[in-house]
Structures are given as structure tokens and as C-alpha cells.
């Protein structure tokens, strides 16, 4: 079976060939056609312009007959349409298009036909196919088809998808050094080193910068965020493109929806704030929407439960009071919304509370002590007794005021101040019981009479009541007379029981005795003689017989004690508290009379008289 030939290639020869001056035989579309091996003479063969006598020769098969391909009238190839130009030579220009396949199987004919020249319009013709062939070569061989697209603020993965699409050689893709954007978020493509819309090669390099986003160290104005909007930092958000500031709501019954409730800066401050500082606020949401609650029976129930229960609820509770002969004190009465209603939270619902059973206060003034203690003694009067008593010209005992209005009910306990009448004030018990006293003890009872209501005054008031000098009382600040300007009794009378209320004392007060008595002479003292000083010295402790003398020279006490240690000194004294010694360097200044304590060795004081003890 012959080969299958690509007429484009051979095509393309035929014209380099001409083009260099050289004659090429190439296939043309006619030999893709099947030929027959006997062709009878048809119609084509007794044209003039293409009838020629053919003479073949005999194969070496000793076949005589003549085979000739009959062509089907149907078929009309390309080298038809170039035959209908008479200047067209198709032997020259394609060869005998009845050659067998095969020289070894069929006779070489050799057909002689007249050359033909191609006219201008055929030249034509093998032109614009020959353009057309190079057309072919070069689109389906060279030109560029892949049409590069605007990934622009896309990601890697679109490029990856229309690289496989496109099947796009490994390599020729690949990406530059990030770079920050405030236009392109990060990880999407900033830009690309084709332009879209170029048509590219599957070989050709490719390169995409991708966006880091907006530059976090870039400083940022910070705004008063106290007096915005949620909204308008949302627009400053978004407009400063910032990284890690994050707005939240919550509810809030004290901050407008809304507006900011507060915010906290990261690491940072006010001046130092850029694009990547970590900035949290949060802003109200206003006050949370209202639940509905379904109310309960707190009736004869306490009222501790029930508030508990309402503040669980969200319920503002209105609590109000009253006594009740029924209901103990602390429970509920009643209640509004009643049980089972709706309520919304934030609402308001009502509770009576139960005071327990009142005590109704009667009008106490003028009661006597006797009809108070029935009173308070009773025990549906549960009520605390305070008594205030004071000088008044009511009976002694009777209540003269109280601090609660007759007819008002009270708690139990409830305290219940009374005012009792002391009566008159008592200034004495006899008719000389201030006479001598200092002046002060009667101002001091003057002092606490008037603090019990009283408004009485003392003091040396007229001629007749100024100070004086008195034998009886000689003691200065006694009082020597006095008696009562106002009262019970007449001026001068003394003042007789009892006082009222506004009285004037008058008192005359002693300056001291009125005989001045003669001052008896102190005895003159006899004159002392202060004792003699002698001074102890180094030399007086020489020997035994050395401080002997100094003590009976001087009238000493001293007292003699012998040692016999042979290690002791020749002498020793003890003086005002000191110790001396035999060879020691002092002065010591000793009184007449000083005991002195004498220690001498007997063994070394042999030469001296020894002392007597206690000499």
C-alpha cells in the first residue's frame, strides 16, 4: 500500500523549489486519488488539447492487452480546475498522472505531451494557495493563541486553572517579590508582566506580584472615637484600611445606641497609632429588647421570695406597706399584675406587704403614771416607751406631750416618746441649806433644773447682795445670804418650796474673814556648820602607820581588817564607794565623819603599830 503523503508540505517544496530556479516533482491532490490499472479511452482522451497517442510497453507478465484507467466522470480534482487554463502544462508541472505505484509491477510508458506555459491568472491561483499553505504552517505552527486574561485582584489559584486549561508549559509562570497595596487585598494579584488581552505562547514566561495588603507600620491619625458613631468608625475603618481594629456591640441601658461605651489600646497610644495597632471598642447597642413574663402567686408567700424572683425577671418592683389583722408581718397581701398575666421585662409589678397587726397610739397627754403603766403593760400595745421628764406646773408623773399623733397606727416596737411632768422645781429642804456652800455648787443646780425646762436665774443682784467680808464665813466663795426676787415667796423671805419656774435667786458671796489676825514670827533657825573636807592622797596609803594618822588626825571612822595573803597590798581602803590601794596615784576628798574600811597585810605592816579594831 503506497505511503499517505501531506500535499501542504509538498506544496510548500514546489514553491521553494521555483523560488531557487529548481523543478521539483511533487505530489499533487490528483495522486491521492486511487488509479486504475486499465484505463479504456474515454472522453478526455479524444479532446484535442489533451489527446496524444500512448504506446506502452509489454510487462514482462507476457500480457498484450492494453489496460488504460477509465477516470469517473464525477471526479474533479484541483488539477481539473488548474487544466481549464490552456496555458497549464499539469505533465510538466505534476508528471504522468497514470505512473504506477510500483515500477516493479507495472511498464514504464513514457507520454510525450506538448508543453504548456501557465497564464497570469494561473500564476495567480498557485500564489494565493501558496500564501495560503504559509498561512496554514505559521498559525497552526508558530502564531501565539492563548489570549492572556486581567487577574488583577485575583489569586493564584485562577492563574493555576487557566494555565492547565491552556496547557501551558511547567515554569513559565512564576511570581515577584511582594509588594503592599492599599488598592488590592493581600495574597490577590497587585500586577502581572503581560498585559491583558496579549496573545502569548504556551511557552511564554509569565511573572505576577502579589499584594501584601496595606503597609501595617503606617502611621494612622487617631480620631476622638469617644464622640463618633458606630457608623462613622466603621467609615474610618474602612477608609484608613485598618488591620487589626475590631468593633463590638453590647447592650447598654446608660449609653445611646450607637455610640461608644469604651476602648482599649494594645501596646500603643493615642500618638503613636498605626495601621497594624490592635484597637478594641465597643459600642452600645442601646437597651436590650424586652422579654414577656409570665407572672407567679406570691401571695401570702414572703416578700423576700418574691423580689428575688422579680429581679431574676428583669421586673422593677414597687413595694408597698399595710397593717393587717390577717397576714403576717413580711408577707405578701396582694399583688398587681395577678398571677398568670404578662409582663415585659423592665416592667413594674406591685406587691402589698403585710406590716403585721398595727398599734393604734391613743392620745396620752395628761394620763398619770399609773394609767401610762396599764397602758404599756397591755400587750396589744407593742410599743417601746421613751420617757423625757421635765420641770412643769403639771401633776408630778403626767404625761405632758408625745412624740406620735393620737389615732396613728404603728409597727410593734415602734419607739414612742413620752414627756413627764417632774413638777416644780425644789430649791431647798431648810431654811439655811445653801448658807457656807461655794456659790458654784448652787449655780451648777441652777444648771440642771433649767436643763429639765426650767428658766430660773441666780446670781449677786442688788446693793444688798454684793460681796463682803464675813467672820462666820471666812472662806472666800461662801455664800453668806441669799433668797428669792420671784417665785413662791416675797423678796427677802427665802425661798420657800416650791420654786416656779422662771424664779431669780440672789446670793451675797464672802471675800474672806472681816478681822485680820496677826502673824505669829517663824522661829529663826540655828546656823549649821558644814562638816570639814580633807583630801585622801597617794601618800596616805605609804603604809599602815600613814593612814592611821589620816584617820584619827581628821575624825575619820575607820575600821581596820588584818590580812596575811602574801599577795595583798600593804594597805587597802575603801572610800565613798571607791578602792584604793598601796602605790595607786589618786586624790580623793573625803567629809569629817566618812567611814573608811582599812585592809592591811600583818606580814608587811609589822613595822607600824597595828590598829585596834574599830579605832
Not at 510487462?59 to 481539473?80: A, C, G, H, I, Y
Not at 445611646?256 to 489600646?265: K, M, N, P, R, T
Request: proline residues 5%; aromatic residues 8%.
Amino acid at each position: 500500500m503506497a505511503e499517505k503523503k501531506d500535499f501542504m508540505a509538498e506544496l510548500a517544496k514546489e514553491v521553494d523549489a521555483k523560488k531557487h530556479g529548481r523543478n521539483v516533482k511533487i505530489d499533487t491532490v490528483d495522486d491521492f486519488v486511487p488509479k486504475k490499472r486499465a484505463v479504456k479511452e474515454t472522453e478526455y482522451d479524444r479532446e484535442e488539447d489533451y489527446s496524444a497517442p500512448v504506446t506502452k510497453k509489454k510487462r514482462e507478465t507476457d500480457l498484450d492487452e492494453t489496460v488504460k484507467m477509465e477516470e469517473p466522470k464525477t471526479l474533479k480534482t484541483f488539477s481539473d480546475a488548474l487544466n481549464e487554463n490552456t496555458d497549464f502544462d499539469a505533465q510538466e508541472a505534476y508528471g504522468d498522472p497514470d505512473s504506477p505505484d510500483s515500477f516493479a509491477e507495472e511498464e514504464r510508458v513514457k507520454v510525450e505531451k506538448p508543453k504548456r506555459h501557465l497564464s497570469a491568472g494561473g500564476k495567480a491561483l498557485i500564489g494565493i494557495a501558496v500564501a495560503a499553505v504559509v498561512f496554514l504552517v505559521y498559525w497552526f505552527g508558530f502564531a501565539p493563541h492563548i489570549v492572556m486574561q486581567d487577574f488583577t485582584g485575583k489569586d493564584l489559584n485562577a492563574v493555576s486553572t487557566w494555565a492547565k486549561q491552556n496547557k501551558m508549559d511547567a515554569g513559565v509562570v512564576a511570581t515577584a517579590t511582594p509588594e503592599y497595596s492599599m488598592d488590592v487585598d493581600k495574597d490577590l494579584i497587585l500586577s502581572q508582566s503581560v498585559p491583558a488581552g496579549t496573545k502569548i505562547r504556551k511557552d511564554t514566561p509569565v511573572t505576577f506580584t502579589l499584594s501584601l495588603g496595606p503597609d501595617p507600620d503606617e502611621a494612622v491619625a487617631f480620631p476622638d472615637i469617644r464622640n463618633m458613631t458606630q457608623s462613622e468608625i466603621t467609615d474610618w475603618i474602612n477608609e484608613n484600611k485598618l488591620l487589626k481594629t475590631k468593633v463590638t456591640t453590647q447592650y447598654s441601658t446608660t449609653v445611646e445606641s450607637g455610640a461608644v461605651i469604651s476602648y482599649d489600646l494594645k501596646n500603643a497610644d493615642e500618638s503613636s497609632f498605626t495601621r497594624g495597632t490592635t484597637l478594641n471598642i465597643i459600642c452600645s447597642k442601646g437597651a436590650a429588647p424586652a422579654g414577656q413574663v409570665t407572672v407567679e402567686s406570691w401571695v401570702n408567700k414572703e416578700f423576700a421570695g418574691a423580689n428575688g424572683w422579680a429581679a431574676s425577671k428583669k421586673l422593677t418592683v414597687n413595694k408597698q406597706e399595710t397593717y393587717s389583722d390577717k397576714v403576717d408581718s413580711g408577707l405578701v397581701i396582694s399583688q398587681s399584675p395577678e398571677a398568670g398575666q404578662s409582663l415585659e421585662e423592665g416592667g413594674t409589678i406591685t406587691f402589698v406587704v403585710s406590716k403585721g397587726k398595727g398599734v393604734t397610739v391613743p392620745n396620752l397627754v395628761g394620763y398619770t403614771k399609773e394609767q401610762l403603766d396599764a397602758w404599756t403593760a397591755d400587750k396589744n400595745n407593742d410599743v417601746t416607751v421613751v420617757t423625757k421628764s421635765i420641770y412643769n406646773d403639771a401633776p408630778a408623773g403626767s404625761v405632758i406631750s408625745q412624740s406620735i399623733n393620737a389615732g396613728t397606727v404603728v409597727d410593734s416596737g415602734t419607739v414612742l416618746e413620752l414627756t413627764v411632768s417632774l413638777y416644780l422645781p425644789i430649791l431647798q429642804t431648810n431654811s439655811r441649806q445653801w448658807l457656807g456652800k461655794d456659790y458654784l455648787e448652787l449655780k451648777a443646780w441652777v444648771d440642771d433644773v433649767n436643763s429639765k425646762g426650767a428658766n430660773i436665774q441666780a446670781g449677786e443682784y442688788g446693793a444688798d447682795y454684793q460681796p463682803t467680808t464675813s467672820d462666820e464665813y471666812p472662806t472666800p466663795g461662801q455664800i453668806t445670804k441669799y433668797s428669792c426676787s420671784y417665785g413662791t415667796s416675797s423678796a427677802g423671805n427665802g425661798c420657800d418650796r416650791p420654786l416656779s419656774l422662771n424664779a431669780r435667786i440672789a446670793y451675797q458671796v464672802s471675800t474672806g474673814p472681816k478681822t485680820v489676825a496677826t502673824p505669829t514670827p517663824a522661829p529663826t533657825a540655828e546656823p549649821t556648820t558644814a562638816p570639814s573636807s580633807y583630801a585622801l592622797s597617794t601618800s596616805d596609803l605609804a603604809d599602815l602607820g600613814k593612814i592611821t594618822d589620816f584617820c584619827n588626825n581628821n575624825k575619820m571612822s575607820c575600821s581596820y581588817t588584818a590580812s596575811d595573803a602574801e599577795n595583798d597590798p600593804m594597805v587597802k581602803v575603801s572610800v565613798n564607794g571607791k578602792e584604793y590601794q598601796t602605790g595607786d596615784s589618786f586624790s580623793e576628798v573625803v567629809q569629817e565623819g566618812a567611814k573608811i574600811s582599812v585592809t592591811y597585810n600583818s606580814g608587811k605592816a609589822t613595822s607600824a603599830a597595828s590598829p585596834s579594831a574599830g579605832n
